[in-house]
Structure formats: structure tokens, C-alpha cells
């Protein structure tokens, strides 16, 4: 059984910077394709970016050029460094590690972006 815990949310000022961090309890970066994903109450989750197993980075287009997704594969963990945050970022990010068979998903980590 894979579990994700998510971590790094917290309170950030519009234009500021966070690093969500996703520990994985295996070593699944070789098998999986793992994402990160973000919801907001009342809609539905959306992708943010993408890490292959290949460990090419993909992005949503809200993302691009403001947030970059990484893994560490000795250490188990994938990130994701969100800069120039503004309001509409704020939501609950979930980390997820996907194949054609499996999905898992972690608790998910609240960022909220207010002045």
C-alpha cells in the first residue's frame, strides 16, 4: 500500500513563495507518474503539474512559468515551489502517484494566499 503525505502549506502573502513537499512510503517515483493537483470547496479538483516517470514536468497553463514540480528519488519525496502566489492559488493541494491500474492520493496541504 502507497501512502503520500503532503506537507509545506500554510499562509503566504500575494506574490510570495511555498514549497509543498510529498513523502511517499516507497520508493514508487520509477513506476509511477506522480502529479500534484489543487481544489477549491465547491469545485472540482484540477491538475496543476506532472512529473513522468521519465521525469519530464508538465503544467497546467495557470502554472507555467511560476510553479516547478521536482522529485528526489533517493529520498522519496516530490515538490512543488509556487512563487508569485496569488489569491486564486489558494486551495488544498494533493499530491498523486498514478499508473494505468493504481491511483493513491495524499490528505492534502492547505495553502491559502491573503494580504
Aim: overall charge neutral; aromatic content about 12%; glycine content about 10%.
Amino acid at each position: 500500500q502507497v501512502q503520500l503525505v503532503e506537507s509545506g502549506g500554510g499562509v503566504v502573502q500575494p506574490g510570495g513563495s511555498l514549497r509543498l513537499s510529498c513523502s511517499a512510503s516507497i520508493n514508487i517515483f520509477n513506476i509511477y507518474d506522480m502529479n500534484w493537483y489543487r481544489q477549491v470547496p465547491e469545485k472540482q479538483r484540477e491538475w496543476v503539474a506532472g512529473s513522468t516517470r521519465a521525469g519530464s514536468a508538465t503544467y497546467a497553463d495557470f502554472a507555467k512559468g511560476r510553479f516547478a514540480i521536482s522529485r528526489d528519488t533517493g529520498k522519496n519525496m516530490l515538490y512543488l515551489q509556487m512563487s508569485r502566489l496569488t489569491p486564486e492559488d489558494t486551495a488544498v493541494y494533493y499530491c498523486n502517484g498514478e499508473t494505468s491500474t493504481d491511483s493513491y492520493w495524499g490528505q492534502g496541504t492547505q495553502v491559502t494566499v491573503t494580504s
